[in-house]
């Protein structure tokens, strides 16, 4: 099939485009400059180029999201442009990359990947969102970031479960290339951590001598991550654990 995917160059789509073209594909990949084999320029802030970018495309994953910038001109406004822009004669699917939990943490971000479902539930496409728990190397890097000199603060009583990166790419390809769910599905890692124990095992690989501090945390994030809210409820998992992980030899990605 034709293959459109957004986000091509980030974690995700890099390891996406390569199994989507081993499985017999034609893929496109698209962003703002258009560089590099297969690339096509379209911007979702601005809907430049993105009808010519979609033009033809049977199957669009939609894998670009803005977390660092305004997901709301992005994620929210960037998924109606879209909508508007895509070949309804000639698309097939349409899977959407989410987040497991954006229903029910109350973050900025998360309010704005919601919406933009909202958006594509509403449009009449055939869709499938997938909602995905965060991924490996992410985790990885959020714990290098917490670090204080000897000291590893982390969320009291927070549940996670990272999944591997390449696992999701592989889980992708098999979304995409099946019927439309018309709705939700969810993938998330193998394993339900807290975010304390996932810290001591990156702590003995990483940084021997910390030492890892449950520090209590209030608010309505915290209270929803302790109640399991980052959890998948129901879906597939992948196969590559935390530790195999952090034992090499598996790569993450955001």
Same mark, same amino acid.
């Given at each position: ?35 590099? %084999?297969?690339? !096509?320029?379209?911007?979702? =802030?601005?809907?430049?180029?993105? +009808?010519? @970018?979609?033009?033809?495309?049977? $199957? *669009? ?100 479960? %990272?999944?591997? !990166?390449?696992?999701?790419? =592989?889980?992708?390809?098999?979304? +995409?290339? @099946?019927?439309?769910?018309?709705? $939700? *599905? ?69």
């Amino acid at each position: 099939m034709d293959v459109l995917v957004t986000g091509a160059t980030g974690r995700l789509g890099r390891r996406l485009v390569p199994r989507l073209q081993q499985a017999g594909h034609s893929v496109r990949q698209m962003s703002r400059r258009g560089h590099g %084999p297969g690339g !096509v320029r379209g911007d979702l =802030a601005t809907g430049f180029d993105l +009808a010519h @970018a979609l033009a033809g495309a049977e $199957v *669009v994953v939609h894998a670009a999201s803005d977390p660092r910038g305004n997901p709301w001109e992005v994620d929210v406004a960037g998924t109606r442009r879209l909508v508007e822009a895509v070949d309804r004669e000639r698309l097939r699917h349409l899977v959407h990359v989410s987040i497991v939990g954006i229903d029910r943490i109350p973050l900025n971000y998360y309010r704005a990947k919601y919406a933009a479902e909202q958006v594509l539930l509403a449009s009449g496409l055939p869709v499938t969102l997938v909602r995905i728990t965060q991924f490996h190397e992410f985790a990885d890097e959020l714990l290098e970031t917490a670090r204080r000199g000897p000291l590893l603060p982390v969320p009291m009583g927070w549940r996670v479960s %990272p999944v591997d !990166v390449d696992d999701a790419a =592989a889980h992708l390809v098999g979304v +995409a290339t @099946a019927e439309p769910a018309g709705g $939700v *599905v969810e993938f998330g890692g193998p394993e339900e951590h807290s975010v304390a124990d996932l810290a001591r095992s990156w702590a003995s690989v990483r940084a021997p001598s910390a030492r890892v501090v449950p520090t209590p945390v209030p608010g309505r994030i915290a209270a929803a991550m302790r109640d399991g809210a980052a959890i998948p409820e129901r879906g597939e998992r992948g196969s590559v654990t935390w530790a195999q992980y952090l034992a090499g030899g598996v790569t993450g990605g955001l």
